[in-house]
């Protein structure tokens, strides 16, 4: 049994909720052959629940990913748009099965973009992965700037932090 529920808050933001979802008649992903083991493999997202907004999520350097949560128990999502502000969040609790140290594994992605002017825009990126004491977190800002309507400046800045058995480390991206 699994439940499905969609509010719209105003004519631009939704708010879905899902509990114990069904992704069984979803088209099967295509086979991948691995060359490079140090890379992931991309698959793109076909489940119903993650699929509407999924655009909202888009960063330059695609820090959000939803297929790493892969057999949630629940989960809830705020997409559309406030004003000049695109908000986007997925939060999810994930298959404890699937987590080495057997704890639930809560997954929070948010995506904020605001509107400059006619096509420019900021940004901020977060997302967090919890196991039990292990955690991932990646903060991100971003911008993207027209000008005079043919040339553009790109910049993102991430920064990433992550606990696991093997220690604490940290990490960043600079994209100008």
């Known amino acids: 049994l699994g439940v499905n529920v969609r509010w719209g ?3 631009n933001l939704s708010l879905t909720g899902t509990v114990n979802p069904d992704f069984s008649t979803v088209e099967a992903d ?9 890379f992931a493999l991309f698959f793109p997202e ?4 993650f699929l509407e907004g ?5 960063t330059p350097n695609a820090l959000i990913y939803t297929r790493r949560i892969s057999s949630p128990f629940g989960g809830v999502k705020l997409t559309g748009k406030v004003g000049g502000t695109a908000v986007a969040y997925i ?3 994930d298959d404890n099965a699937l987590s080495p140290s057997g704890d639930p594994v809560i997954v929070n992605l948010m995506r904020l973009r605001r509107d400059l002017g006619a096509s420019s825009t900021v940004g901020l990126a977060y997302t967090d992965r919890v196991e039990g004491g292990d955690y991932n977190r990646v903060l991100g800002a971003d911008a993207r700037v027209i000008w005079k309507k043919i040339w553009f400046s790109d910049a993102q800045i991430v920064g990433s932090w992550t606990r ?5 480390r940290a990490g ?4 100008v």
């Not at 295509?30 to 140090?38: A, H, I, L, M, S």
């Open 9 to 11: 808050i105003t004519q």
């Open 46 to 49: 076909k489940r119903p629940f």
């Open 54 to 58: 999924l655009e909202q999520f888009d």
């Open 172 to 175: 960043e991206l600079w994209d």
């Open 91 to 93: 939060g999810a609790v």
């Open 164 to 168: 696991d058995a093997s220690g604490v």
């Open 30 to 38: 295509v086979g991948q052959v691995t060359v490079n083991e140090r």
